[in-house]
């Protein structure tokens, strides 16, 4: 836990394309710790648009960003073309060295990855690109959120409180967190078990894996671009 009286400077990164819960899910808790700042940025102060529509306005640009002690990296379809924007890599590189934690959720993940961030960590992110972690020297786990010393991931979209929570339970303490969760009335009680490969009817599961398919593939065309120029040989991904 850090210190109450060490002011936090908290911000996330906004990408065109990105999953909006992806950043909004999170923003909901890292918005309500105590002694803290929390802002978004992105490459312009152009609106960036979410991958069903909606609008977000960045508060600053990269540039204008100071170091940081918290980087959250959110994902989404949006995140191929930033795997090969040096300039947003770049940026995130350099705010991962001085900053007390970098925090990914979904395909934010692939992201850190690109930018060098995850080899021989333990990492996780959306179970449709699971398989790919292994192509940035990321050690693949299986679960919700996953916590390797100044590095915290959360797997696909809705994962990104719970890690959240865990983030802000490690920065403030357990009872901040559980007071910001209470606040949420964060008590999920899903419709249906099919939430994950593994509870998810086998039918289901099918058709949301072809629906998928062709940006599944382009990703995985991507990480062997970016494990070719990190240097990476790992195994050939299953399908």
């Known amino acids: 836990m850090i210190p109450s009286d060490k002011h936090l400077t908290i911000g996330s990164l906004l990408f065109d394309g990105i999953d ?13 710790l105590p002694n803290s700042t929390f802002r978004s940025y992105a490459k312009t102060l152009d609106p960036v648009t979410d991958m069903k529509g909606l609008r977000i306005l960045p508060d600053a640009t990269l540039d204008e960003a100071g170091q940081l002690d918290i980087v959250h990296v959110p994902g ?8 090969e924007d040096e300039a947003i890599l770049g940026w995130l590189r350099r705010q991962a ?8 959720v979904c395909t934010g993940a692939l992201v850190c990855g690109a930018a060098g961030l995850l080899k021989g960590r333990r ?28 590095f915290a991931s959360a797997a696909g979209v809705t994962a990104g409180i719970d890690g959240a929570l865990r983030v802000a339970a490690l920065l403030r303490g357990d009872a901040v967190a559980q007071s910001i969760q209470l606040y949420m009335q964060y008590a999920p009680e899903p419709p249906f078990e099919a939430g ?5 009817p086998a039918a289901i599961l099918d058709a949301m894996r072809g629906s998928i398919a062709g940006m599944t593939a382009q990703r995985a065309a991507t990480a062997r671009r970016v ?10 991904p299953a399908a």
């Open 20 to 32: 909006q819960i992806d950043f909004t899910g999170p923003f909901e808790v890292f918005s309500r």
């Open 76 to 83: 989404g379809f949006g995140q191929e073309g930033v795997m």
């Open 97 to 104: 060295e001085g900053a007390t934690l970098v925090y990914s």
């Open 123 to 150: 990492s996780t992110t959306h179970w449709a690109s699971f398989h790919l972690l292994p192509w940035f020297g990321a050690i693949p786990v299986d679960e919700r959120v996953v916590i390797d010393g100044a």
């Open 196 to 200: 994950t490969p593994a509870t998810a």
């Open 227 to 236: 494990a070719e120029r990190l240097g990476i040989e790992p195994p050939e």
